[in-house]
């Protein structure tokens, strides 16, 4: 049975700063790239960062670029959003998904096989 497990959520100020965590199960983690997704209250999802197989290449959207980083530890099944400078616009539920799909693709969500449950980020101004 496939599981991803979202952790890390929580509440925090402008400018401060969270490490989200996704803890993969039932599939092989190596075979499929990964990706972070949002989603705010009355907005559609949104694509926020992805990272390949081995994580050598990365992707980020232009509003968290150069703030937020996305790592994966192969020998863990885990992936990982480290989040710094947040504002008041990055709250929203963010979601950990496995996609297989052409790497050009990874910011379009209907290329991702598998996702989590979600963890909520609430940042206040």
């Known amino acids: 049975q496939v599981q991803l497990v979202e952790s890390g959520g929580g509440s925090v100020q402008a400018g401060g700063s969270l490490r989200l965590s996704c803890a993969a199960s039932?599939?092989?983690?190596?075979?499929?790239?990964m990706g972070w997704f949002r989603q705010a209250p009355g907005k559609e999802r949104e694509w926020v960062a992805a990272?390949?197989?081995?994580?050598?290449?990365?992707d980020y959207a232009d509003s968290v670029r150069g703030r937020f980083t996305i790592s994966r530890d192969n020998a863990k099944n885990t992936l990982y959003l480290q989040m710094n400078s947040l504002k008041p616009e990055d709250t929203a539920m963010y979601y950990c998904?496995?996609?297989?799909?052409?790497?050009?693709?990874?910011?379009?969500?209907?290329?991702?096989?598998?996702w989590g449950q979600g963890t909520q980020v609430t940042v206040s101004s």
């Open positions: 039932g599939y092989t983690f190596t075979n499929y790239h």
């Open positions: 998904a496995a996609g297989a799909g052409l790497w050009v693709r990874v910011s379009q969500s209907q290329t991702y096989l598998y």
């Open positions: 990272i390949s197989t081995a994580g050598v290449r990365v």
